[in-house]
């Protein structure tokens, strides 16, 4: 098949099929020495860079925004070739406010001591007593259990902030796998987030942000379960005027 | 919306490496969750389906939007063969007039 044409038509449907693909994860030591190669991504928020990152390399990264984040801006990775260690002490040197550390097979990027937001901090630190994520699970349902389990809606309600749901946009409802499950008994809400997007075919990637209007967001990144590997669109072509 | 990769005899494209992805710039309001540069393989019977939604509790959001429809070679990390490109389309999400406006921008082949 050589051209095609493209066609559009004003439909309002909301079904979606989906479908499993595997994948894997670097192991902690070999996380920091993975060779990356030209990676240039340019985005508005700090935590839609680090989420194109993730999923494109299979990197799985949490995130926790820093207080002095600006909420729309320019953030941009232009590495040429090296190790994932090396950018990220690149992108830390360059957003000086965070600090990068592995723990369990993720890179966790947070803000430097001194300089977290405590409710952020102490959210993380929360431990939660049950999780049990079943299968066709999606992300933002998990993210709205964690946030309005009781351990972390006492932590909200005493500091006067509340958790809210992303509006939405795009082709597909993140999953976190079809058969994606997982039953912790007893962990922070870091480790917690951390084991999902460790664990998850398809979730690799959390970010936790306050917002100026006392609310917050807990969002995950995840790749579409069927798409394939070994394509993508490139930064240039998606820029292209 | 909907979008349909067609072929020159008007032919619903369903697989043979099409894919799709969105590209968003925020103008006003709140950053949605996206779809933004994750690949959308081709859905079952070729037809894409692009989600808009908003919640009660939102302000005024204005996003564009550009829509990227190209078609990949079997061939492991090598560029789309032809994409095309539908925006930038301009989406007002008013929460509180209870209404998500989509103006639709014009369709382009990039190459």
Same mark, same amino acid.
């Given at each position: 098949?050589? $051209?095609?044409?493209?066609?559009?038509?004003?439909?309002?449907?909301?079904?979606y099929v989906f479908a499993q693909t595997p994948?894997?994860?670097?192991?902690?030591? &070999?996380?920091?020495?993975?060779?990356?190669?030209?990676? $240039?991504?340019?985005?508005?928020?700090?935590?839609?860079?680090?989420?194109?990152?993730?999923?494109?390399?299979?990197?799985?990264?949490?995130?926790?925004?820093?207080?002095?984040?600006?909420?729309?801006?320019?953030?941009?990775?232009?590495?040429?070739?090296?190790?994932?260690?090396?950018?990220?002490?690149?992108?830390?040197?360059?957003?000086?406010?965070?600090?990068? $550390?592995?723990?369990?097979?993720?890179?966790?990027?947070?803000?430097?001591?001194?300089?977290?937001?405590?409710?952020?901090?102490?959210?993380?630190?929360?431990?939660?007593?049950?999780?049990?994520?079943?299968?066709k699970?999606?992300?933002?349902?998990?993210?709205?259990?964690?946030?309005?389990?009781?351990?972390?809606?006492?932590?909200? &309600?005493?500091?006067?902030?509340?958790?809210?749901?992303?509006?939405?946009?795009?082709?597909f409802?993140?999953q976190?796998g079809r058969h994606?499950?997982?039953?912790?008994?007893?962990?922070?809400?870091?480790?917690?987030?951390?084991?999902?997007?460790?664990?998850?075919p398809t979730?690799?990637?959390?970010?936790?942000? $306050?917002?100026?209007?006392?609310?917050?967001?807990?969002?995950?990144?995840?790749k579409h379960e069927d798409a394939p590997?070994?394509?993508?669109?490139?930064?240039? &072509?998606?820029?292209?005027? | 919306?909907?979008?349909?990769?067609?072929?020159?005899?008007?032919?619903?494209?369903?697989?043979?490496?099409?894919?799709?992805?969105?590209?968003?710039?925020?103008?006003?309001?709140?950053?949605?969750?996206?779809?933004?540069?994750?690949?959308?393989p081709s859905p079952e /019977?070729?037809?894409?389906?692009?989600?808009?939604?908003?919640?009660?509790?939102?302000?005024?959001?204005?996003?564009?939007?550009?829509?990227?429809?190209?078609?990949?070679?079997?061939?492991?990390?090598? /560029?789309?063969?032809?994409?095309?490109?539908?925006?930038?389309?301009?989406?007002?999400?008013?929460?509180?007039?209870?209404?998500?406006?989509?103006?639709?921008?014009?369709?382009?082949?990039?190459?």
């Amino acid at each position: 098949m050589s $051209r095609f044409l493209l066609c559009l038509a004003g439909l309002l449907v909301s079904s979606y099929v989906f479908a499993q693909t595997p994948a894997t994860v670097p192991k902690q030591g &070999d996380l920091a020495g993975m060779k990356l190669e030209n990676v $240039r991504i340019k985005k508005q928020t700090v935590g839609l860079m680090l989420s194109e990152l993730s999923l494109q390399y299979g990197v799985p990264i949490g995130l926790e925004v820093a207080p002095s984040e600006d909420q729309l801006g320019n953030y941009a990775f232009n590495f040429k070739k090296g190790t994932l260690s090396e950018l990220l002490t690149q992108f830390v040197a360059e957003h000086n406010q965070y600090a990068w $550390r592995i723990n369990d097979g993720v890179v966790n990027v947070f803000p430097k001591e001194g300089s977290r937001d405590f409710l952020l901090q102490n959210l993380l630190e929360t431990r939660i007593g049950a999780v049990q994520v079943k299968e066709k699970t999606n992300c933002s349902t998990l993210a709205a259990s964690l946030m309005t389990s009781p351990e972390l809606k006492r932590v909200l &309600d005493a500091s006067g902030v509340t958790y809210r749901e992303r509006s939405f946009s795009g082709f597909f409802i993140p999953q976190l796998g079809r058969h994606f499950t997982l039953n912790i008994s007893d962990g922070t809400l870091q480790t917690i987030l951390n084991r999902v997007i460790s664990e998850s075919p398809t979730a690799k990637f959390w970010v936790l942000t $306050r917002n100026e209007d006392h609310t917050l967001f807990l969002d995950f990144g995840a790749k579409h379960e069927d798409a394939p590997s070994g394509i993508r669109f490139s930064e240039e &072509d998606l820029a292209r005027p | 919306m909907a979008y349909l990769a067609i072929d020159q005899g008007g032919n619903i494209i369903e697989g043979n490496g099409i894919a799709a992805t969105e590209s968003i710039t925020v103008e006003q309001g709140v950053k949605p969750a996206t779809s933004e540069g994750k690949l959308m393989p081709s859905p079952e /019977r070729g037809l894409y389906i692009d989600v808009q939604s908003t919640k009660s509790t939102d302000p005024l959001t204005v996003i564009k939007q550009k829509v990227f429809v190209g078609q990949f070679p079997p061939v492991a990390n090598t /560029r789309a063969t032809h994409l095309f490109r539908v925006g930038p389309n301009e989406i007002t999400k008013d929460a509180k007039a209870g209404t998500i406006s989509i103006k639709i921008g014009p369709t382009s082949k990039v190459w």
